[in-house]
């Protein structure tokens, strides 16, 4: 078999002008040449590549549509409007977290495992029936809470508006092109749906009198996206959706739980830190100073997202632990020195995001860089790994024991008075390095396998 390697003649050059002796430049050479070797695609993973591009395009899409909008919603609205608007899309993202549940992690994986068109037709009728049950208890939910809030209260229609808008994105059969391999729709579709929404508010929103416009903006693209997805798979896959059982779609409903409960966990203690923030820590300034690390540490946190979504149906159709060990090595030096870097400019991150009054708490950023680190492997390793191969029980362990060692820590320093910026950030990293050090731990035998990587390189 022919074997990609990098010129021994380049590579002995470079080594020997850098004063690495003769036995460091043999290392040198071999991992090179590995290196080489697994980034190169293959037909078995170029849909993987494919899917990171397209997914990375989304990303990037995602960033760019609110950007055009916001500048103009803030001064047609004005600030009473627009403190409507931003409540809103908050309130939102929590009912979003229920309505998604955890169906684009189980659907995907049953679409990814199903054999014939019929059975893929069932998979998404089960999943549709399972998100409209729970979009109903969702949506009774969301109006109880909302008459007791005052200003979803006396903004209710808006409220239901954005909810129905918030459901409709989520009836999407996204985990349909995720179980394929092939998420390209997926962008073109948001592209498009997004777009027109987005045109249509300079045309129809002009002052906080056009306020509802917003949300039946958002249920057209909603409408739109629904439809495309559906058409763009019928015409892809040949699928449609095939109505199930009750009791079918209940059971997707308990599976599809477990994988919910998880992520939720995990987001329950990255707001429990902040809460807690918000009670022990009496320095508003310190405050500001950790909700600009968390926004950085976010933003950086989102780049990972395109990688593990592709990751994840790959794994599930092919069980390629091989192609992910790689994946793991390779960015060691990628998120070593990105993770220096970034503590490394911290003053400057803090600058850009909120300016010179905050220069004096980009040690802050410092303190809490560990967490990039130690949240990608932990990712990488979760779903893609261990979910993938069956441990969903275990991903959910390890999420929910990392949290409980995150509250405790919290309110055992903040019970013996202790509890400063500096401690909490520490709490934060290993937090962070108990459920990436866990995770690995249970994933070692698809991640160390008797042959070493020197061994690979030799050959």
């Given at each position: 078999?022919?074997?990609?390697?990098?010129?021994?003649?380049?590579?002995?050059?470079?080594?020997?002008?850098?004063?690495?002796?003769?036995?460091?430049?043999?290392?040198?050479?071999?991992?090179?040449?590995?290196?080489?070797?697994?980034?190169?695609?293959?037909?078995?993973?170029?849909?993987?590549?494919?899917?990171?591009?397209?997914?990375?395009?989304?990303?990037?899409?995602?960033?760019?549509?609110?950007?055009?909008?916001?500048?103009y919603?803030?001064?047609?609205?004005?600030?009473e409007?627009?403190?409507?608007?931003?409540?809103?899309?908050?309130?939102?993202?929590?009912a979003?977290?229920?309505v998604?549940?955890?169906?684009?992690?189980?659907?995907?994986?049953?679409i990814?495992?199903?054999?014939?068109?019929?059975?893929?037709?069932?998979?998404?009728g089960?999943?549709?029936?399972?998100?409209?049950?729970l979009?109903?208890?969702?949506?009774?939910?969301?109006?109880?809470?909302?008459?007791?809030?005052?200003?979803?209260?006396?903004?209710?229609?808006?409220?239901?508006?954005?909810?129905?808008?918030?459901?409709?994105?989520?009836?999407?059969?996204?985990?349909?092109?995720?179980?394929?391999?092939?998420?390209?729709?997926?962008?073109?579709?948001?592209?498009?749906?997004?777009?027109?929404?987005?045109?249509?508010?300079?045309?129809?929103?002009?002052?906080?009198?056009?306020?509802?416009?917003?949300?039946?903006?958002?249920?057209?693209?909603?409408?739109?996206?629904?439809?495309?997805?559906?058409?763009?798979?019928?015409?892809?896959?040949?699928?449609?959706?095939?109505?199930?059982?009750?009791?079918e779609?209940?059971?997707?409903?308990?599976?599809s739980?477990?994988?919910?409960?998880?992520?939720?966990?995990?987001?329950?203690?990255?707001?429990?830190?902040?809460?807690?923030?918000?009670?022990?820590?009496?320095?508003?300034?310190?405050?500001?100073?950790?909700?600009?690390?968390?926004?950085?540490?976010?933003?950086?946190?989102?780049?990972?997202?395109?990688?593990?979504?592709?990751?994840?149906?790959?794994?599930?159709?092919?069980?390629?632990?091989?192609?992910?060990?790689?994946?793991?090595?390779?960015?060691?030096?990628?998120?070593?020195?990105?993770?220096?870097?970034?503590?490394?400019?911290?003053?400057?991150?803090?600058?850009?995001?909120?300016?010179?009054?905050?220069?004096?708490?980009?040690?802050?950023?410092?303190?809490?860089?560990?967490?990039?680190?130690?949240?990608?492997?932990?990712?990488?390793?979760?779903?893609?790994?261990?979910?993938?191969?069956?441990?969903?029980?275990?991903?959910?362990?390890?999420?929910?024991?990392?949290?409980?060692?995150?509250?405790?820590?919290?309110?055992?320093?903040?019970?013996?008075?202790?509890?400063?910026?500096?401690?909490?950030?520490?709490?934060?990293?290993?937090?962070?390095?108990?459920?990436?050090?866990?995770?690995?731990?249970?994933?070692?035998?698809?991640?160390?396998?008797?042959?070493?990587?020197?061994?690979?390189?030799?050959?």
């Amino acid at each position: 078999m022919y074997r990609y390697r990098t010129c021994d003649y380049c590579g002995y050059r470079f080594c020997r002008s850098v004063g690495l002796s003769r036995k460091r430049r043999r290392y040198v050479l071999l991992y090179s040449s590995w290196f080489v070797r697994s980034l190169v695609l293959s037909s078995q993973h170029k849909h993987f590549y494919s899917n990171v591009v397209w997914q990375y395009g989304l990303q990037i899409v995602k960033y760019i549509f609110p950007l055009i909008t916001l500048p103009y919603l803030t001064r047609v609205l004005l600030p009473e409007g627009y403190a409507i608007y931003a409540y809103v899309v908050s309130f939102m993202t929590f009912a979003q977290t229920f309505v998604d549940f955890g169906f684009n992690l189980s659907g995907t994986k049953r679409i990814a495992k199903s054999e014939t068109v019929e059975e893929e037709n069932r998979a998404i009728g089960a999943v549709t029936e399972a998100r409209l049950l729970l979009g109903v208890a969702t949506g009774a939910v969301v109006v109880v809470v909302a008459w007791f809030i005052p200003i979803t209260h006396s903004n209710m229609l808006y409220t239901m508006l954005a909810f129905v808008a918030v459901f409709g994105k989520a009836v999407a059969p996204d985990f349909l092109f995720q179980g394929h391999e092939n998420m390209g729709p997926l962008t073109t579709r948001y592209f498009v749906s997004k777009g027109v929404s987005t045109a249509l508010t300079f045309v129809v929103v002009h002052s906080i009198d056009d306020i509802l416009w917003i949300p039946i903006l958002d249920i057209l693209s909603s409408v739109i996206a629904l439809a495309w997805s559906f058409i763009s798979a019928k015409r892809m896959f040949g699928t449609t959706i095939t109505f199930v059982p009750l009791c079918e779609a209940l059971s997707e409903l308990k599976v599809s739980a477990l994988y919910c409960f998880s992520n939720m966990a995990s987001v329950v203690f990255s707001g429990f830190t902040t809460l807690l923030i918000g009670i022990v820590i009496t320095n508003k300034a310190m405050i500001s100073y950790w909700s600009l690390a968390v926004t950085a540490i976010n933003a950086i946190q989102s780049l990972y997202s395109p990688i593990v979504n592709s990751l994840y149906p790959h794994m599930v159709k092919g069980g390629d632990y091989g192609f992910a060990r790689k994946l793991l090595l390779v960015s060691i030096p990628v998120l070593l020195i990105g993770t220096i870097a970034f503590a490394a400019l911290s003053d400057v991150v803090m600058l850009v995001l909120g300016g010179k009054d905050y220069l004096s708490g980009s040690w802050v950023i410092a303190w809490a860089s560990p967490v990039l680190l130690f949240s990608f492997y932990a990712t990488m390793v979760g779903w893609p790994i261990l979910g993938a191969s069956g441990k969903v029980t275990e991903v959910t362990f390890t999420t929910v024991g990392s949290a409980v060692f995150c509250i405790v820590s919290l309110l055992t320093v903040s019970a013996i008075g202790v509890a400063s910026l500096q401690v909490i950030c520490i709490i934060r990293c290993l937090t962070e390095a108990i459920m990436c050090v866990s995770r690995i731990w249970l994933a070692r035998g698809y991640l160390f396998p008797s042959r070493s990587v020197t061994a690979d390189c030799e050959r």
